[in-house]
């Protein structure tokens, strides 16, 4: 279903139907659509609705999508911020009727609520070893596998307190109670799932210890601890730009527009002019991530320099603007259309401090 909703998309954008909001809105449809049908082929709703959304992940990063990814970051930075609001809300206020129902049996509440508490504890007790383990061996097998292949041995040598702070940083949440919750009421018609109330008590109470603990054990464990920046991830990203600056300077000098015999001398000129400008900053980004590092501080520095001169005239121009809204010199959508660049146009230069 996603791949034919890709190609949907696809179809509707080559035929000039790239409205941002309707493939939004098609992407916000699609988790639900695969869910009810793999639940009436008998299948997992839940795994086809994440399925459906790692395809539409990698459609989304496809040529030919800029505005939708623009308005697709927002709406999904939107969802995922209220829904984990949302399903630790519905925790709270399911959590008194769930362990009304977990004691509904037993004669007495406390002894009956301080057992399965202490279930919790020991179901967390055992996730968190068995996540310690599983970061040691991994630590150890990726390091094996370095040396089988003939490559350097880590830069970072595994120590217990790194270990111990992947370990404690695991807090169970959003994905385990939707897990939990996505357990079916009933087995057949009249037959209750047996002992539902008490898995979803087990995985709440597991998420709330695991988020006490991260509060309380992450700042010890992080006291005295230096924030290293990623190397290897900064040195990617400055590759990837160098290699785009690099192939958009050589489009521009091999591109000659198909009407060059129709213009005259000035609009030659005016396209030299304007090739060259473009040209001088993909070479200015060239500079920002040279290797040289004494080069790369002096780019880096004229770069925040002119960002702070660019933000103070786009607030000039946003500030003229409000001017000329009171004044009546401009409606209000002409106001609401040139704001929106100017808005684009300060995002794109990130915020300064």
């Known amino acids: 279903m996603s791949w034919l909703v890709g190609r949907l998309r696809a179809w509707m954008i080559a035929r000039g139907w790239d409205d941002p909001a309707t493939h939004v809105v098609f992407m916000l449809l699609l988790p639900f659509a695969a869910y009810v049908l793999a639940e009436r082929l008998g299948a997992s709703g839940i795994l086809s609705a994440v399925a459906a959304g790692m395809m539409q992940s990698w459609l989304d990063l496809l040529p030919r ?16 911020f209220a ?30 609520l301080m057992y399965r508490c202490l279930d919790v504890v020991a179901i967390f007790l055992v996730l968190v070893v068995l996540r310690f383990i599983w970061v040691q061996s991994i630590w150890r097998l990726s390091g094996l596998l370095r040396r089988l292949r003939g490559k350097n041995a880590l ?11 992947l370990t404690v940083g695991g807090v169970r949440g959003a994905v385990t109670l939707a897990g939990v919750m996505s357990v079916p009421l009933l087995l057949a018609p009249g037959q209750d799932f047996p002992e539902r109330d008490l898995l979803i008590f087990i ?15 992450l700042p010890l464990l992080l006291r005295g601890v230096e924030n290293s920046p990623d190397e290897k991830r900064h040195k990617e990203v400055r590759e990837a730009w160098k290699k785009t600056a690099v192939a958009a300077i050589h489009a ?12 005259d001398a000035a609009q030659a000129a005016l396209a030299t002019e304007l090739k060259a400008r473009l ?5 200015h980004q060239l500079e920002v991530f040279n290797d040289s590092a ?11 320099l002119e960002r702070k001169l660019r933000l103070k005239a786009l607030r000039a121009q946003r500030l003229e603007l409000y001017s000329l809204s009171r004044h009546h010199q401009i409606g209000d959508d002409v106001l609401r259309e040139v704001l929106a660049e100017l808005d ?9 401090k």
């Open 65 to 80: 999508q800029t505005s939708t990814r623009l308005l697709n970051r927002s709406v999904w930075s939107l969802l995922e």
């Open 83 to 112: 829904f984990n609001g949302l399903i630790f809300l519905l925790l709270g206020l399911q959590l008194p009727d769930i362990i009304k129902a977990v004691v509904s049996h037993e004669t007495t509440l406390w002894p009956t």
């Open 155 to 165: 830069t970072l040598v595994p120590t217990a307190r790194s270990c111990w702070l």
């Open 203 to 217: 995985a709440a109470g597991v998420i709330l210890l695991s988020l006490v603990a991260a509060c309380i054990a």
């Open 252 to 263: 521009l000098e091999a591109d000659e527009p198909a009407e060059a015999e129709t213009l």
């Open 279 to 283: 040209m001088s900053e993909y070479r």
């Open 294 to 304: 004494e080069a790369q501080a002096l780019a880096q520095q004229m770069d925040l």
């Open 344 to 352: 684009m146009s300060e995002a794109n230069l990130g915020h300064m």
